[in-house]
Nanobody, 119 residues
Framework: QVQLVESGGGLVQAGGSLRLSCAAS?????MGWFRQAPGKEREFVAS??????NHADSVKGRFTISRDSAKNTVYLQMNSLKPEDTAVYYCAAGGNSYYFSAPTSYEYWGQGTPVTVSS
C-alpha cells in the first residue's frame, strides 16, 4: 500500500505559477497527475516513469512534471496558468507505463489539492 500526500495548491491569478508536490510513502515506477473540474470527468495532466514524461496537449509548454526519486516525490510545475486550469489536482501512482493517461491504470491516489485560477 502506497500513501500519497499532495500539497501546493491554492488561489492564483491568471498568468501566475504554482508548484504541486506529491510525497509517496514508497517507491513506485509510474506516477501521474490528473485533475477534475466541477461537473467534468477526471482528466490526465502528466505522468512520469522510466520511459520518460508525458503531458496532455492542453498543458504542454506550460506544465512540467518531475520527480526526486530519493525523496519518492513527484512535482508539477505549473506556469502561465489559465482560468480553465481550475480544478482539484490528484496525484496517482502505481500506473501502467503504456496506459499512462488512463485513470483506471493507477492503483493509488492522493486526496487531491485544489487549484483556483482567477481571471
Amino acid at each position: 500500500q502506497v500513501q500519497l500526500v499532495e500539497s501546493g495548491g491554492g488561489l492564483v491569478q491568471a498568468g501566475g505559477s504554482l508548484r504541486l508536490s506529491c510525497a509517496a510513502s514508497g517507491s513506485t515506477s509510474v506516477m501521474g497527475w490528473f485533475r477534475q473540474a466541477p461537473g467534468k470527468e477526471r482528466e490526465f495532466v502528466a505522468s512520469i516513469s522510466w520511459r520518460g514524461s508525458n503531458h496532455a496537449d492542453s498543458v504542454k509548454g506550460r506544465f512540467t512534471i518531475s520527480r526526486d526519486s530519493a525523496k519518492n516525490t513527484v512535482y508539477l510545475q505549473m506556469n502561465s496558468l489559465k482560468p480553465e486550469d481550475t480544478a482539484v489536482y490528484y496525484c496517482a501512482a502505481g500506473g501502467n507505463s503504456y496506459y499512462f493517461s488512463a485513470p483506471t491504470s493507477y492503483e493509488y491516489w492522493g486526496q487531491g489539492t485544489p487549484v483556483t485560477v482567477s481571471s
